[in-house]
């Protein structure tokens, strides 16, 4: 099995878990699901966004330097597509702040890594995949719950982005890691991302009772 097959089946490991979770639950009150899953969607944007600038300031290499710019946009402008969708529902954002509990676990500890090889592995391929899926999941709640705008609008605008970030990372991991040192850091880095998605998507569910967790 080559290197990148195996993170493959690592990450596919991980979505594979996904799966077993129930998508849907009886009695939700649309407007309030929709509006607490949008709400926790805005803290996972800034969060990436912020992620992919600080990296881009410390990257050598011009081509993950350019992807990580283009992803630090991207999830900027997710981030004021959903925010306009919560208005259009009616919520009151005025003082609004999705870091006011702070930054998440994973965001902490993607903060730390120091090499490109580790930061796209973890970033654009796992996390990005992660969220492809959970995104995904999130589409059907909302299309259960009647939302099909906010449905559409991660369907057309927000997923292909994903896609696409996703795609730059496994690029990336072709042409730079190319020694055992480095699938080494890469996978690790993998793993580690995939752990702590999954213990975040855990806690956040049991403390919102949220049956989705948007993003990663």
Known sequence: MGFIEGLYQEVAQALRKLEEIPVLETGISPK???????KMALKNE????????????STSEIDIKLGLARQCGDE???????EKRLIELGENLDGFSPLAMGYS????????????IERVAAGPFAREAIAIKRNAQLIAVLEAMGDQLSADLYRN?????????????????RKYAVTSELQEKASLATIR??????????????????????GC
């Open 32 to 38: 309030v699901g929709v509006v607490e899953l949008l």
């Open 76 to 82: 900027a402008k997710h981030y004021r597509l959903i």
């Open 105 to 116: 676990p994973l965001y902490q500890w993607l903060i730390t890594l120091e090499s490109s």
């Open 157 to 173: 605008q927000i997923q292909p982005d994903e896609d696409w970030h996703h795609n730059f990372g496994l690029s990336m991991l």
């Open 193 to 214: 991302t995939i752990e702590l998605a999954d213990e975040l998507r855990s806690a956040a569910m049991a403390k919102s009772g949220a049956c989705v967790i948007p």
């Open 46 to 57: 800034m969060e990436a966004s912020q992620l992919a600038a600080l990296w881009m300031t």
